[in-house]
């Protein structure tokens, strides 16, 4: 009897759906077509043993399964569970009727339990569109589909279940959950908060401005300064994630295979911090079977790379291309995936190999060229990129100890941060690409940070001053175009500008001298 049952595979952060045919004949072969890898050929001798173990009949006679579209690759372990249904409906153990318009996932162990797939939630999404009416995958992946309003959810625990759901015996229960409820009543929780830093105040406000424009931004200072420290606090004043912005970041996390029962949603912006160790697949995302990578498990949220000047260069390099297009793209020979990528990258790094580069009362010991060397490991393209860059000097000792805690407090920077961001939300209302001032082109700077002869005659002045390079220029605008959005003035204005200059050090020529 030949049986049809339906999986899906993930392309970049969307499904395709699988059409998986079984058809038992007289004989003994087994044979499985349509471009499945090892771990799915594999799957016989998993789908073999659960059958047994759930007290059913694992047909002895010749199965041939076909796996359609032929020309996508069927990957991994998580088509036990429609293998191992179809082979039940071949050998009419169950009503082949029971699989029509139903979504099957889930990785099988030898005991026949449901282990966790990745991308059950794309999946979900994909079979809601095709018509499917009804989704059964393992246990732990059920909150993550649920999410999906309009299908079906079962989840199981074991093959045994779903068998006995199928032939109407004992049905799964459903499991239904209000999305847009769950976001509403979420709680956002922050781990730290500005309060703890004691002064730092400029620092604080450099963040609230970073924060407020969507800014890159790096922090340059001696260790110990409190780089760190600050830079995990970044969260705690983004503006909260908006139920679409969740569900696509819950997308990634989800085919990156890292939502659990409890977290299915995420509802705050993710902080990636990787290791400067990082390999440059793990960063920007790849492999012989692409995954999503840091930059886009870090979409709408902050990426981290602390002590810069240590990543690899070829690492860094690969930041560029998606830090210009907010989506990453991973080319194979016979298709390609694209990863969302849109995050705030924050960098740390110390000023010269020793650290007391500038330093108020320590001595540098760095020789010679050794400094602009030191720099010339993160400047470049990447470093264009970064509209902020801030100075870190540590707070002193004595007033570490002495000090209280600070007046300025996460939640009060962020109520400022919102505002800043609803102007910018206005302005750009007619752009599709362009949500916030660090997102704005050449030609939006000129529309939307125009400033007039006076303060143009001003900043060039104070340009060469400070011996800024001419590149400069624009980042100061964007800059300020968010200084003054904080200050609810719809004109760039002149101490907006000289705030916005104090954030160009690295382009100050005399940096290294
Ligand atoms: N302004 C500050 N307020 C409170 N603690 C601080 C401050 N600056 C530094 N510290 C303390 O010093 C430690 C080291 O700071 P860290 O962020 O690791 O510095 P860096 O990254 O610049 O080397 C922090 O964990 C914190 O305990
Ligand atoms: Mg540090
Ligand atoms: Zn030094």
Not at 53 to 59: D, F, G, I, V, Y
Request: include cysteine; hydrophobic fraction near 40%.
């Amino acid at each position: 009897m030949l049986v049809q049952t339906f999986g899906a595979a993930i392309y970049g952060i969307a499904a395709t759906t699988v059409t998986i045919e079984v058809r038992i004949d007289k004989g003994v072969n087994f044979m499985m077509v349509g471009l499945p890898d090892n771990a799915v050929k594999e799957s016989q001798q998993r789908v073999k043993t659960s059958i047994e173990e759930s007290n059913l009949k694992w047909p002895g006679k010749a199965i041939t399964i076909n796996m359609a579209p032929a020309d996508i690759r069927k990957e991994g372990t998580a088509y036990d569970l429609p293998l191992a249904v179809g082979m039940l409906a071949a050998s009419e153990q169950l009503p082949a009727s029971a699989l029509e318009k139903t979504m099957i996932m889930g990785e099988l162990s030898l005991d026949g339990s449901l282990r966790y797939i990745k991308g059950a939630l794309p999946i979900a999404l994909q079979a809601k569109d095709e018509g499917f009416t009804r989704f059964i995958l393992p246990e732990v992946n059920g909150p993550e589909a649920a999410m999906v309003e309009g299908l079906e959810v079962y989840p199981a625990a074991h093959l045994s279940q779903v068998v006995a759901h199928l032939k109407g015996d004992v049905p799964l229960q459903r499991m239904v959950i209000d999305t847009e409820a769950l976001f509403k009543e979420r709680i956002e929780n922050f781990q730290f908060d500005f309060s703890d830093v004691k002064g730092q105040e400029n620092i604080k406000r450099a963040f609230e401005i970073a924060a407020a424009g969507g800014h890159n931004a790096i922090l340059i200072g001696p260790p110990g300064a409190g780089k760190t420290m600050l830079a995990k606090r970044l969260p705690s004043i983004l503006p909260p994630l908006n139920l679409s912005e969740s569900l696509e970041t819950t997308k990634i996390h989800s085919v990156a295979g890292r939502l659990r029962r409890d977290d299915a949603l995420v509802t705050s912006r993710p902080f990636r911090a990787p290791h400067h160790t990082v390999s440059d697949v793990a960063l920007v995302g790849g492999g012989g079977w692409p995954q999503p990578g840091e930059i886009s498990l870090a979409n709408n949220g902050v990426l981290f790379l602390d002590e810069l000047p240590e990543f690899k260069r070829t690492v860094l390099e690969v930041l560029r291309q998606p830090l210009e297009d907010r989506v990453v793209t991973i080319s194979r020979a016979r298709f390609s995936v694209d990863y969302p990528a849109s995050f705030m990258l924050v960098a740390a790094m110390n000023p010269c190999p020793c650290g007391f580069h500038n330093h108020p009362i320590k001595k540098c010991v760095c020789h010679g060229d050794a400094v602009q060397r030191y720099l010339n490991k993160v400047s470049g393209p990447l470093l264009d990129r970064i509209d902020l860059h801030v100075e870190v000097t540590p707070v002193d000792y004595e007033e570490l100890l002495t000090r209280p805690s600070s007046e300025v407090n996460s939640k009060d920077i962020r109520e400022r941060v919102i505002k800043a961001r609803l102007v910018q939300q206005a302005r750009f209302a007619d752009h599709a690409a362009v949500h916030s001032n660090a997102q704005m082109s050449s030609s939006d700077i000129r529309k939307y940070a125009d400033i007039d002869n006076d303060s143009r005659e001003m900043l060039k002045n104070a340009m060469k001053r400070l011996n800024l390079s001419a590149r400069a220029y624009d980042r100061i605008l964007k800059v300020a175009r968010t200084i003054a959005d904080l200050a609810c003035s719809a004109d760039i204005q002149q101490p907006h500008l000289a705030e916005a200059i104090q954030y160009r050090s690295l382009d100050r020529e005399s940096w290294a001298e």
